[in-house]
C-alpha cells in the first residue's frame, strides 16, 4: 500500500468528520455494470413512474469516469437526520427527512464544499475537475446507495435504502468525486439475512425484496407524482401525507441503531412537531410558504399536500 494513498484517505475521512458529517467512506471510480443491466431492465418495465428523468444520462448514471473525467476515486458522506420528537400521531404524517426548515441539499452542500477546500488546500487543485460538476446531492445522475454500499458504509437493504452500521437508514448521503487516487474501503455484507418486515409492512406492496416499484409507492404518490394520488392507493396511504417511513419504522437494524441527530442545521420545522391533524386540515398557502420557506417539502408544492391531507381525512372519516 502506497503511504500516500492511506495517508490521503485517513485524511479525508477524518475531516469529513470534523466538519460535521456522521460518517465518510471512499470507492474507487469503476464503472456498475450489475447496476447497469438491473437499471435498464427497471426502466423497460417502467417501475420509474413519471420520474423521466431517471431515463436520462443512463452512461453517465452507471459509470463516474463519464459523468466527471479523469475521476478516480468517489467519496461519499453520510448525515444522520432521524429527530429527537416526532409528529403527534394524529397529524398527517410528513417523512422525517423533511422536518428540518432547511433543505437538506444546502446544508449538505455546504459541508461538501467545506470539504472540498479542505482536501484542495492540502493536495492542490488537481484533486477535482472543475470544468465538471463533482458534488452530488440526490440531484444528479448518480447511484449514491451503491456508491455509500461500495465505500464501506452499509448495505442496501430489501427497503432499497442504505443501511447503515451504528446510524441506520435514516441518513442523506452526499458524494465528491475526485481526480486522485487514494486507499478505498471494503464494501460492507448485507446483513438483512431472511428478514422481510420491510417488505410485508409496505401497504401497497411496492417492495419485493429485490426492487422498488415506485408507481406503488406512497413516497412517489405523495411527491413526485404531479397528478393526484391514484385511487387504488388512497386507502393505503396509512395517513402518509408527504413521504413515507413505513419501511424504516419496522428495520430491527433502525430500531437497534437510529439515534437523534446533532446537527442544528437540521432543526425541525416547530408546526410539524406541535400540530394535531384538525390544524393540518385549515393549512393556508400563506402558512404553507411561511413554515416551508426553505424547507424540501416546499418541493412538493401547496396543491399537492393540500390534496393529500385532504385524501387522509376523507380516508379517516370513513373509518370512523
Same mark, same amino acid.
Given at each position: 500500500m502506497d503511504r500516500s494513498n492511506l495517508s490521503m484517505h485517513n485524511f479525508i475521512?477524518?475531516?469529513?468528520?470534523?466538519?460535521?458529517?456522521?460518517?465518510?467512506?471512499?470507492?474507487?471510480?469503476?464503472?456498475l455494470r450489475d447496476d447497469a443491466v438491473f437499471l435498464k431492465s427497471w426502466l423497460d418495465a417502467g417501475k420509474n413512474g413519471e420520474m423521466h428523468y431517471l431515463e436520462r444520462n443512463f452512461e453517465?448514471?452507471? $459509470?463516474?469516469?463519464?459523468?466527471?473525467?479523469?475521476?478516480?476515486?468517489?467519496?461519499?458522506?453520510?448525515?444522520?437526520?432521524?429527530?429527537?420528537?416526532? =409528529?403527534?400521531s394524529n397529524a398527517p404524517r410528513i417523512a422525517r427527512?423533511?422536518?428540518?426548515?432547511?433543505?437538506?441539499?444546502?446544508?449538505?452542500? =455546504?459541508?461538501?464544499?467545506?470539504?472540498?477546500?479542505?482536501?484542495?488546500?492540502?493536495?492542490?487543485?488537481?484533486?477535482? $475537475?472543475?470544468?465538471?460538476?463533482?458534488?452530488?446531492?440526490?440531484?444528479?445522475?448518480?447511484?449514491?446507495?451503491?456508491?455509500?454500499?461500495?465505500?464501506?458504509?452499509?448495505?442496501?437493504?430489501?427497503?432499497? =435504502?442504505?443501511?447503515?452500521?451504528?446510524?441506520g437508514s435514516y441518513c442523506f448521503i452526499g458524494v465528491l468525486m475526485l481526480n486522485v487516487e487514494t486507499k478505498y474501503d471494503r464494501s460492507v455484507e448485507n446483513r438483512c439475512g431472511k428478514c422481510t418486515r420491510c417488505v410485508d409492512a409496505c401497504p401497497t406492496k411496492a417492495l419485493n425484496g429485490r426492487s422498488l416499484d415506485a408507481r406503488l409507492c406512497i413516497s412517489y404518490q405523495t411527491i413526485e407524482k404531479k397528478t393526484e394520488v391514484d385511487e387504488a392507493i388512497k386507502p393505503k396511504l396509512s395517513g402518509c401525507t408527504l413521504g413515507c417511513d413505513i419501511c424504516a419504522e419496522v428495520c430491527p437494524w433502525n430500531r437497534k441503531w437510529a439515534k437523534p441527530h446533532q446537527h442544528e442545521a437540521l432543526k425541525p420545522v416547530s408546526e410539524i412537531l406541535e400540530w394535531e391533524g384538525e390544524k393540518w386540515s385549515g393549512l393556508?398557502?400563506?402558512?404553507?410558504?411561511?413554515?416551508?420557506?426553505?424547507?424540501?417539502?416546499?418541493?412538493?408544492g401547496y396543491e399537492k399536500m393540500k390534496q393529500n391531507i385532504a385524501i387522509i381525512t376523507k380516508t379517516k372519516n370513513r373509518e370512523k
Amino acid at each position: 500500500m502506497d503511504r500516500s494513498n492511506l495517508s490521503m484517505h485517513n485524511f479525508i475521512k477524518k475531516s469529513a468528520l470534523e466538519i460535521g458529517f456522521d460518517a465518510c467512506g471512499i470507492a474507487a471510480a469503476e464503472e456498475l455494470r450489475d447496476d447497469a443491466v438491473f437499471l435498464k431492465s427497471w426502466l423497460d418495465a417502467g417501475k420509474n413512474g413519471e420520474m423521466h428523468y431517471l431515463e436520462r444520462n443512463f452512461e453517465k448514471r452507471i $459509470n463516474p469516469q463519464i459523468m466527471v473525467s479523469g475521476c478516480k476515486s468517489v467519496v461519499v458522506v453520510l448525515l444522520n437526520y432521524f429527530p429527537e420528537q416526532q =409528529q403527534p400521531s394524529n397529524a398527517p404524517r410528513i417523512a422525517r427527512y423533511a422536518y428540518s426548515e432547511t433543505d437538506y441539499h444546502s446544508v449538505i452542500k =455546504q459541508k461538501l464544499q467545506l470539504l472540498e477546500n479542505t482536501i484542495v488546500e492540502k493536495y492542490g487543485e488537481g484533486a477535482v $475537475n472543475k470544468n465538471y460538476q463533482h458534488s452530488f446531492v440526490d440531484s444528479a445522475p448518480v447511484l449514491e446507495r451503491r456508491w455509500a454500499q461500495r465505500a464501506g458504509l452499509g448495505w442496501i437493504g430489501r427497503h432499497t =435504502q442504505l443501511i447503515a452500521p451504528g446510524i441506520g437508514s435514516y441518513c442523506f448521503i452526499g458524494v465528491l468525486m475526485l481526480n486522485v487516487e487514494t486507499k478505498y474501503d471494503r464494501s460492507v455484507e448485507n446483513r438483512c439475512g431472511k428478514c422481510t418486515r420491510c417488505v410485508d409492512a409496505c401497504p401497497t406492496k411496492a417492495l419485493n425484496g429485490r426492487s422498488l416499484d415506485a408507481r406503488l409507492c406512497i413516497s412517489y404518490q405523495t411527491i413526485e407524482k404531479k397528478t393526484e394520488v391514484d385511487e387504488a392507493i388512497k386507502p393505503k396511504l396509512s395517513g402518509c401525507t408527504l413521504g413515507c417511513d413505513i419501511c424504516a419504522e419496522v428495520c430491527p437494524w433502525n430500531r437497534k441503531w437510529a439515534k437523534p441527530h446533532q446537527h442544528e442545521a437540521l432543526k425541525p420545522v416547530s408546526e410539524i412537531l406541535e400540530w394535531e391533524g384538525e390544524k393540518w386540515s385549515g393549512l393556508s398557502e400563506e402558512e404553507f410558504n411561511r413554515m416551508f420557506k426553505y424547507s424540501a417539502v416546499k418541493r412538493a408544492g401547496y396543491e399537492k399536500m393540500k390534496q393529500n391531507i385532504a385524501i387522509i381525512t376523507k380516508t379517516k372519516n370513513r373509518e370512523k
